[in-house]
């Protein structure tokens, strides 16, 4: 059974740093994996998707990675700014299709 | 698109009533996905549909929950009777079937049972 795992469970950091954001998984036969952002009291938004044939995916100040032999992935945010506090979150589907999620990252990102 | 949409936003409802979600999936996606999140158990599958047939509903929590696909446009989430315990923000979801896509979730129903 597929296993994800996210650290740290929750981050707070001055505005304009970079940071690293990590995942792991269990199994590593997987075809892609996708991140997540879910503001409070919000629905889930899809960051970025990354196939199992890439190595990284960039959107804007986020870049994401993957390695499928070690089993992570990792979500870089360049710059942070306050409105990058969220709830982000990691996903991997199994063989039947199923969404498998980590337990989120809590990033807090004081002015 | 105006992406997967779930009603109602927000249920109240007293314990021992029945409660309907509805989600209506992005055109064209084949794979629907019911999941539930909770402070304490995060994010879980309920029930998997694909082309608007029931593949997995292991994670249907036991009978008075129950879910259907009767056409690809739309899915219902029904708890009958309800219970406190079944308090929490229901997400509907939808993708096509492969590789290359991603799953676009809806808003969330936010049910509280008292």
């Known amino acids: 059974k597929q296993e994800v795992t996210q650290i740290p469970a929750a981050l707070s950091v001055p505005e304009g740093e970079n940071l690293v954001l990590n995942c792991s998984f269990t199994d590593s036969a997987i075809y892609n994996l996708q991140w997540f952002r879910q503001d409070p009291g919000k629905g889930l938004t899809s960051l970025l998707l990354i196939q199992s044939s890439q190595r990284e995916q960039t959107s804007g100040r986020l870049n994401a990675s993957l390695d499928k032999s070690s089993g992570r992935s990792t979500l870089y945010i360049a710059a942070s700014q306050p409105g990058d506090s969220a709830t982000y979150l990691c996903?991997?589907?199994?063989?039947?299709?199923?969404?498998?999620f980590g337990g989120g990252t809590r990033l807090m990102v004081k002015p | 698109d105006a992406g997967v949409i779930q009603s109602p936003r927000h249920e109240v409802t007293e314990m021992g009533q029945e409660v309907t979600l509805r989600c209506k999936p992005i055109?064209?996606?084949?794979?629907l996905f019911w999941y539930r999140q909770t402070m304490m158990r995060g994010l879980e599958l309920l029930i998997y549909f694909n082309n608007n047939v029931p593949i997995d509903d292991s994670g249907m929590p036991e009978d008075r929950f129950s879910a259907k696909m009767p056409n690809a446009s739309f899915s219902t989430l029904k708890i009958q009777p309800s219970e406190p315990r079944d308090s929490a923000v229901y997400f509907c979801a939808s993708s096509w079937t492969g590789s290359d896509y991603g799953y676009t979730f809806g808003s969330g129903t936010r049910l509280t049972v008292v």
């Open positions: 996903a991997v589907p199994n063989a039947g299709n199923m969404l498998t």
């Open positions: 055109s064209g996606h084949n794979s």
